[in-house]
């Protein structure tokens, strides 16, 4: 190559490469326009941070706590209610299909299932809304919801029993005595987390236990309130 050329080729790579300071200086400028940037997003955010997000959270707690006290006390409510309407109803399929597997002290007859199913179906339909709510409450209602609907199939089967020649009937009747248990262990836990979440609002005890009739796994009432 001769000189002329790269006396070019050297004046060419002058232009294109700053010299030393030349890149200090853009460095220093890249620099500082992120730590400009850095402190502009925390002026933007600082009244977004960690104070706003604990104010929220309270607020949203005390939402949920004005909720749940709002529905705590018509949940009672409606327990005691199905509890009274359903004390007549399981005194007498005691009798039909008597919880300790004996054999029944009463004949089954239809008049006596059709009234069972009428009672048992207006309180399924009690149940049938289910609004939000905390954990308390949604546990309680929904085993509230579960054992009556246990109930349900149990007047089922009695009323499919009705039908039914034996030995068949009187294991029918066997069978809804069992599932007519079932609701009654799953309304006792129901009704213990209902006392238990009434308590923890200062509301006392509340004792919505069914009568059971000595049927076993059955939880009773603690004996306060």
Do not use: C
């Amino acid at each position: 190559m001769s000189r002329t050329v790269r006396s070019r080729a050297t004046k060419a790579a002058a232009w294109t490469t700053p010299p030393p300071k030349a890149k200090g200086r853009v460095w220093a400028g890249f620099l500082t326009a992120f730590l400009l940037g850095l402190a502009v997003a925390f002026l933007i955010t600082s009244g977004n941070g960690p104070d706003a997000t604990q104010r929220r959270i309270a607020e949203l707690e005390r939402e949920d706590a004005a909720r749940d006290a709002a529905q705590l006390g018509p949940l009672t409510d409606q327990a005691k209610d199905i509890r009274d309407r359903l004390a007549p109803v399981l005194a007498a399929m005691a009798q039909a299909a008597p919880v300790d597997g004996s054999a029944p002290k009463s004949p089954l007859t239809s008049d006596a299932v059709t009234g069972w199913r009428d009672v048992v179906a207006a309180a399924e339909k009690s149940y049938e809304q289910s609004p939000s709510a905390g954990n308390g409450i949604n546990v309680a209602r929904s085993g509230l919801r579960t054992a009556v609907q246990q109930l349900a199939a149990a007047v089922k089967g009695l009323e499919t029993a009705l039908t039914a020649a034996e030995p068949v009937r009187g294991t029918l009747v066997a069978l809804a005595g069992e599932q007519r248990t079932l609701a009654l262990r799953t309304w006792s836990v129901a009704a213990v987390q209902l006392d238990v979440i009434n308590i923890e609002a200062g509301r006392g005890h509340v004792h919505v236990q069914l009568s059971t009739g000595g049927a076993p796994g059955v939880i009773a009432p603690d004996g306060n309130g």
